[in-house]
């Protein structure tokens, strides 16, 4: 079995860094990757880290990761609240995901607390801000070992 994780991000997360810094922190995407490689380096896992602004190209990727990767911590930003397409997606290559926020998104507007992903996702993780995702690799490496 591949030990190879895959770390998808979706829209506007680019911008991490300078964008609303008091709701999603000072760290950038290249601070969360390299957080990322960390971890899973920890625990021997490979992982490759990715970001699009285009909700084909996040598909694409999805269904490429069947067969190549272990699991999927995704944030899917904007598209949680939105995209049965990534949910549909997600649920069709039957790999275990991993759902991860920055910020609390319950605390949050309205609009933010429903999420199309949670009911396929292993599990959820909001407002652990980067560290958040250390702890969706950790519990994948811990499923690996069982
Ligand atoms: C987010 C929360 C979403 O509601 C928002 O649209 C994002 C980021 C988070 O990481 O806290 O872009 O997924």
């Given at each position: 079995?591949?030990?190879?994780?895959?770390?998808?991000?979706?829209?506007?997360?680019?911008?991490?860094?300078?964008?609303?810094p008091?709701?999603?922190?000072?760290?950038?995407?290249?601070?969360?990757?390299?957080?990322?490689?960390?971890?899973?380096?920890?625990?021997?896992?490979?992982?490759?880290f990715?970001?699009?602004?285009?909700?084909?190209?996040?598909?694409?990727?999805?269904?490429?990761?069947?067969?190549?990767?272990?699991?999927?911590?995704i944030?899917?930003?904007?598209?949680?609240?939105?995209?049965?397409?990534?949910r549909?997606?997600?649920?069709?290559?039957?790999?275990?995901?991993?759902?991860?926020?920055?910020?609390?998104?319950?605390?949050?507007?309205?609009?933010?607390?429903?999420?199309?992903?949670?009911?396929?996702?292993?599990?959820?993780?909001?407002?652990?801000?980067?560290?958040?995702?250390?702890?969706?690799?950790?519990?994948?490496?811990?499923?690996?070992?069982?």
């Amino acid at each position: 079995m591949t030990r190879t994780l895959l770390v998808l991000n979706g829209p506007n997360l680019n911008l991490l860094g300078t964008r609303e810094p008091a709701t999603y922190g000072h760290e950038t995407l290249a601070d969360i990757e390299a957080l990322c490689q960390r971890s899973a380096a920890e625990h021997g896992l490979a992982l490759e880290f990715r970001q699009t602004n285009h909700e084909g190209e996040l598909l694409d990727w999805i269904h490429q990761a069947r067969g190549r990767h272990a699991g999927i911590v995704i944030n899917p930003a904007a598209w949680t609240h939105t995209s049965v397409a990534i949910r549909d997606a997600l649920a069709a290559v039957e790999l275990p995901v991993i759902e991860v926020h920055l910020s609390n998104v319950h605390k949050r507007e309205e609009f933010r607390h429903h999420s199309f992903v949670s009911a396929i996702a292993v599990g959820v993780l909001a407002g652990f801000g980067a560290h958040g995702y250390r702890l969706a690799i950790e519990h994948f490496a811990h499923l690996l070992k069982a």
